[in-house]
């Protein structure tokens, strides 16, 4: 069975609140409805799909870090200006043989995330 994308992403963190602020006003994601778990959370929705799972007051868990989550992004000027407005650290790259500029950037917690702009 072949795989048809990215269905969503558990972020484990320390300050629920702050990291819900985050994905929202950094990324634009919203707050939407959330099934009633016994467990602190959030989920932040892209469109019509839940893409960001949070789960509160939490420090990480048995499956260990990982690296990035990476989204596919459009209007880099507007995010970039979005970025500087709101003081937040990235860092850009361009692979201009591939048609792609990225910005890295880290959430709340330190989880990097990749943003990726196609031309």
């Not at 994308?5 to 929202?24: I, P």
């Not at 880099?76 to 890295?104: C, H, K, S, W, Y």
């Amino acid at each position: 069975m072949p795989l048809n994308g990215l269905d969503h992403v558990t972020v484990n963190c320390a300050d629920l609140a702050r990291s819900r602020a985050f994905y929202a006003q950094v990324l634009g994601l919203i707050d939407g409805k959330r099934p009633p778990f016994p467990f602190p959370g959030a989920w932040l929705y892209l469109g019509d799909r839940p893409m960001v799972h949070l789960v509160g007051d939490a420090e990480g868990g048995p499956t260990g870090s990982f690296d990035h989550v990476a989204f596919e992004a459009s209007d880099f000027p507007a995010v970039r200006d979005r970025l500087v407005t709101l003081g937040i650290e990235f860092q850009e790259n361009t692979f201009a043989a591939a048609g792609l500029t990225q910005i890295f950037l880290r959430d709340p917690d330190g989880v990097k995330l990749e943003l990726n702009f196609r031309d």
